[in-house]
């Protein structure tokens, strides 16, 4: 349940900011893709890690993957709660917020 939560409150957020590309995964395995362009969906590894060191200032730590370095891996503990997933989804939309 608290996984489904993640993934609809990312979704919502992908809505919102043109970086993300796409959220994948299942359960409370989730990568976010962040892109410089949606229509190519031009990957952007310089944004990633902008996200990252951003959401690190934030007190959340967050890695980016894939051979590009455009992924954010998403693998809280298994004792992650709702409430702790609307801090880090709240965190991330600051974050992509304050880097544009």
Do not use: W
């Not at 919502?12 to 969906?41: M, N, P, S």
């Not at 952007?44 to 894939?66: D, F, M, N």
């Not at 954010?72 to 503990?77: A, E, F, G, T, W």
Request: charged share 25%.
């Amino acid at each position: 349940m608290v996984g489904a939560h993640l993934r609809y409150r990312l979704l919502e957020l992908a809505d919102r900011h043109e970086l993300i590309g796409a959220v994948h995964g299942t359960g409370l395995y989730v990568g976010v893709g962040l892109v410089r362009d949606r229509e190519q969906l031009t990957p952007a590894p310089e944004g990633t890690a902008a996200v990252c060191e951003h959401l690190r200032e934030l007190g959340v730590i967050v890695q980016p993957t894939s051979d590009r370095l455009c992924v954010l891996k998403i693998k809280p503990p298994l004792c992650l709660t709702r409430d702790s997933a609307n801090f880090f989804v709240d965190m991330f939309d600051t974050a992509l917020q304050e880097i544009r």
